[in-house]
């Protein structure tokens, strides 16, 4: 059972001291996959999820969402939600859990990337990426950019962004396309690792050699297969 947020805040602001933090840091491996939404992130950590040694979470945190929006605007923000926040919270969620790996596969903080590499400076981070036009089909069918999706609907273009001028006048479509470019080159600027989510459907080779081998993960063969081998919906799961 999980501590309530206001038990988290409360436990945050009187009791966990950034050193108490990272010395629990020392003794984890810690990794966060990071990418634009629609692009497999929960298929993915239920996949890494299977790894013994290993809790991998999707997006656990209500208030990352709400961050994001935050951080899209401001590096600021993201350091300042990630250090008084965010990384306490880790803390305190699994301080008890009996596990060697901790990883996030989370779409909602990639504007957090530099804020997780000065406050885990041993984490492991890699930057997924899905072809552009399955991540914007999927979203067509969704309310991405819509004035429905409170997440996404004050996303737009930067001062001094090419776009920024032609905003009012582009179609949904064609947010979406400016949409999933540019958090991609954000993360590509800032993230070295950079992993295809079609390559780790289609060879457990690459799998395991650019996912499993560099995070210590240990997930067979024939758990792959079968999870990617899955009829379905596997659109419905990212």
């Not at 950019?145 to 737009?156: G, R, S, Y």
């Not at 470019?181 to 289609?202: A, G, H, P, Q, T």
Request: proline content about 2%; overall charge positive.
């Amino acid at each position: 059972m999980y501590p309530s947020r206001k038990m988290i805040k409360t436990k945050l602001q009187f009791w966990i001291t950034n050193e108490k933090v990272n010395e629990w840091i020392k003794n984890k491996k810690i990794f966060f996959i990071l990418a634009i939404g629609r692009s497999g992130t929960m298929f993915l950590s239920q996949l890494l999820n299977k790894s013994q040694n290993a809790l991998v979470v999707h997006e656990k945190v209500r208030s990352d969402f709400r961050a994001y929006k935050e951080a899209f605007y401001s590096e600021k923000n993201a350091y300042k939600y990630f250090h008084k926040f965010r990384k306490k919270e880790i803390f305190l969620r699994n301080m008890k859990e009996d596990i060697e790996v901790y990883g996030e596969v989370n779409s909602v903080l990639r504007r957090h990337c530099n804020a997780i590499k000065n406050g885990f400076p041993t984490a492991k981070i890699i930057h997924l990426i899905r072809d552009g036009t399955d991540v914007v089909r999927s979203m067509m069918s969704r309310q991405t950019m819509t004035n429905k999706d409170k997440n996404t609907k004050n996303i737009a273009p930067k001062k001094g962004d090419l776009w920024y001028n032609n905003w009012g006048e582009m179609t949904r479509f064609e947010r979406l396309c400016w949409y999933w470019d540019i958090e991609n080159r954000y993360l590509n600027k800032n993230v070295e690792i950079l992993i295809k989510f079609e390559d780790i459907l289609s060879s457990y080779e690459y799998f395991k050699e650019k996912v499993l081998d560099f995070l210590g993960l240990n997930i067979s063969k024939e758990i792959w297969q079968k999870e990617v081998n899955v009829p379905q919906n596997i659109c419905v799961k990212l």
